[in-house]
């Protein structure tokens, strides 16, 4: 394991976050940063899918099939890749949370 200097203030600072060894509170203070983007990233999702009324994996095939209106309008392409962008960025999330959470056990 490598080996970590951190300012005095920073240290004590830890004393804030619930653990037993410094190990185990940056586990959590990492598990908090990545719930709390995981929620921001669910948000923009539900925002799509509402303006939409589907889900990006039902939205991706009625866009190859021509089925969306305005499909090449800016703000539909823009939403299209915005859209996608929060799609894999949930799944890096999903995953480094799970990675880091079997690492607990």
Sequence with gaps: ????????????????VKGNDIEEKVSRLIEAHILLQLKECE??????????????????????AGEIRDKHS????????????????RRTLLKALRNLRLRKR
């Design 74 to 89: 800016h703000e539909v392409e823009r939403d299209f890749m915005e859209w996608e962008g929060f799609n894999m960025e």
């Design 1 to 16: 394991m490598g080996m970590v200097h951190l300012a005095e203030d920073l240290l004590a600072s830890l004393n804030l």
């Design 43 to 64: 948000e923009a999702l539900f925002r799509f899918e509402s303006k939409y009324g589907m889900e990006f994996e039902t939205f991706t095939p009625a866009w190859e």
